[in-house]
């Protein structure tokens, strides 16, 4: 029997094929899905640097003459790993789906769920950094 990754399946896929009479309209509807929550995790990111920001004001390492703030210093790094973070998404994705053949209906949905399911996840350990809001 073969394995099936949790990681490609949810409901935004169930949603899409319950409600979609066509197999291609099903597709298309989670492709929409994933593009909709590879933005929402844009914003996400883009938000959380305004707040790493703004509650990180002081000089970096408390050192008066640095021109950088711990705020500076903070979101770039934060900014570099959110690149990591989404090649390491993009790859996870592409490395579950082979469990189906590259030619097979399914491959791209398994892809697109995947990286739904992973941005979900991510946005929690996000919120697990417990930065205020950045009013």
């Not at 197999?23 to 492709?31: D, G, Q, V």
């Not at 593009?35 to 707040?51: C, F, H, P, Q």
Request: some cysteine.
């Amino acid at each position: 029997m073969a394995a099936h990754a949790e990681l490609t399946t949810g409901v935004e896929r169930d949603l899409c094929f319950k409600k979609n009479e066509d197999i291609p309209s099903a597709y298309n509807c989670l492709t929409v899905k994933k593009e909709s929550s590879n933005k929402e995790m844009d914003t996400l990111i883009a938000e959380t640097v305004k707040r790493i920001k703004a509650n990180n004001v002081g000089p970096f390492n408390g050192k008066e003459d640095n021109p950088e703030t711990a705020g500076d210093v903070y979101s770039q790094r934060f900014i570099e790993a959110q690149k990591f973070w989404k090649n390491y998404r993009d790859k996870l994705c592409l490395s579950v789906a082979t469990e189906l053949d590259e030619d097979a209906d399914d491959y791209q949905s398994y892809i697109d769920q995947c990286q739904i399911n992973l941005n979900k996840n991510h946005a929690g350990e996000i919120a697990q950094m417990g930065l205020p809001p950045a009013d």
